[in-house]
């Protein structure tokens, strides 16, 4: 006994199958992307080299890392002290340029992997 439409429904699932993983890992590279557009906004410019530093990473399966290899990014991101002859004067507020770049793109992301993923289903 034939059950209609099972063919057509186990093609859908071996195109789902092989799909799902490509088209994940292209929806997080491109939201990694974001992160980093948005961080840039948000980064201070002296010379350009903390702005220019920013960088993705694919982090294995499902995983992107968005990084910044500048010695004071750090320091630029999360506060530090401010010091003039060897004396404490205060504290430079952090200015969270990576937190604000990632609170942006999390907004819309899941809404977004839905549309993918629905737009996977639906072939």
Same mark, same amino acid.
């Given at each position: 006994?034939?059950? %209609? ?13 092989? %799909?799902?993983?490509?088209?994940? /890992? $292209? ?6 992307? *974001?992160?980093?557009?948005? #961080? $840039?906004?948000? #980064?201070?410019?002296? #010379?350009?080299?903390? &702005?220019?530093?920013?960088?993705? %990473?694919?982090? /294995?399966?499902? @995983? ?5 290899? #500048? ?5 630029? *991101?999360?506060?530090? &002290? +401010? +010091? &003039?002859?060897?004396?404490? +004067? /205060?504290?430079?507020? /952090? &200015? ?8 942006? +793109? @999390? ?14 289903? *639906?072939?």
């Amino acid at each position: 006994m034939k059950i %209609e439409g099972m063919d057509d429904w186990l093609k859908k699932i071996e195109t789902l199958k092989k %799909e799902f993983p490509k088209q994940t /890992g $292209k929806f997080l590279m491109m939201k990694a992307e *974001e992160v980093i557009a948005e #961080t $840039k906004r948000n #980064t201070p410019v002296d #010379t350009g080299t903390l &702005r220019n530093a920013w960088q993705r %990473e694919n982090g /294995g399966s499902f @995983r992107q890392v968005v990084y910044n290899n #500048t010695s004071y990014a750090n320091h630029i *991101e999360y506060g530090h &002290r +401010v +010091v &003039r002859g060897k004396k404490t +004067v /205060g504290f430079a507020k /952090g &200015r969270r340029m990576l937190h604000k770049g990632i609170l942006k +793109v @999390r907004l819309n992301f899941y809404r977004d992997l839905d549309k993918v993923y629905r737009n996977l289903i *639906e072939k």
